[in-house]
């Protein structure tokens, strides 16, 4: 129906760069709002960064500052630009997006796999 999915993942360096890349396809009528969230071991899942299609963002506080996440409506593709890389940011990252199916007015959460962003020295 919807498939979501995630790429860019790895090791880096603290202070290091990654860019993260996910993109959703399917029966898509329509996508609000595409975000990434993480969640390391024995911690809760957590907001990273969120657009909506009209390019509105939201970020995690803890993130602000460091990561920029950009869209391409078009193409149903968002983007997570990671500077300033440190451990605490050690952590499966996840896609998501708020999309409607074609036919069906109500937007539903959908999920990519995850892709591991693992910062060490």
């Known amino acids: 129906q919807v498939q979501v999915v995630e790429s860019g993942g790895g090791l880096v360096q603290p202070g290091g760069s990654l860019r993260l890349s996910c993109a959703a396809s399917?029966?898509?009528?329509?996508?609000?709002?595409m975000g990434w969230y993480r969640q390391a071991p024995g911690k809760e899942r957590e907001l990273v960064a969120v657009i909506i299609s009209g390019g509105t963002t939201t970020y995690g506080d803890s993130v602000k500052g460091r990561f920029t996440i950009s869209r391409d409506n078009a193409k149903n593709t968002v983007h997570l630009q990671m500077n300033s890389l440190n451990p605490e940011d050690t952590a499966v990252y996840y896609c998501?997006?708020?999309?409607?199916?074609?036919?069906?007015?109500?937007?539903?959460?959908?999920w990519g796999q995850g892709t591991q962003v693992t910062v060490s020295s």
């Open positions: 399917g029966s898509i009528s329509s996508v609000y709002a």
């Open positions: 998501n997006a708020n999309a409607r199916v074609t036919g069906w007015n109500v937007a539903t959460d959908y």
